[in-house]
Nanobody, 127 residues
Framework: VQLQASGGGLVQAGGSLRLSCTAS????????MAWFRQAPGKEREFVAA????????NYADSVKGRFTISRDKAKKTVSLQMNRLQPEDTAVYYC?????????????????????WGQGTLVTVSS
């Protein structure tokens, strides 16, 4: 599975950005698709996840109510709408795919659970 992320950029605090991640080469193997982020000097952390074949979603507490993850199976794309961005949201954002058929969306919050990763897209929020 290959993943192509896009949509990062520079935005002022309080602004919005929309990230997209498109899968190719084996989308039938996807069971959960997620976004993680990694700020400079910090570990990669879970942001949000969406089940591929259903409507289950999961969010990190830090983004609940501000970020929305959505999925378009026909386009093989998962998007992350990010509103009310804050400087602490600054990071490289990565999309990832879990190919485990028994994956439960709400429990797939660690990077090691995911099998394929996109290249990352930088989000910078200025204060």
């Amino acid at each position: 599975v290959q993943l192509q992320a896009s949509g990062g950029g520079l935005v002022q605090a309080g602004g919005s950005l929309r990230l997209s991640c498109t899968a190719s080469g084996g989308a039938s193997r996807i069971y959960v698709m997620a976004w993680f982020r990694q700020a400079p000097g910090k570990e990669r952390e879970f942001v949000a996840a969406h089940s591929w074949n259903g409507d289950n979603t999961n969010y990190a507490d830090s983004v609940k109510g501000r970020f929305t993850i959505s999925r378009d199976k026909a386009k093989k794309t998962v998007s992350l709408q990010m509103n009310r961005l804050q400087p602490e949201d600054t990071a490289v954002y990565y999309c990832a795919v879990d190919t485990e058929p028994r994956a439960i969306t709400s429990r797939r919050t660690v990077p090691g659970s995911y099998d394929y990763w996109g290249q990352g897209t930088l989000v910078t929020v200025s204060s």
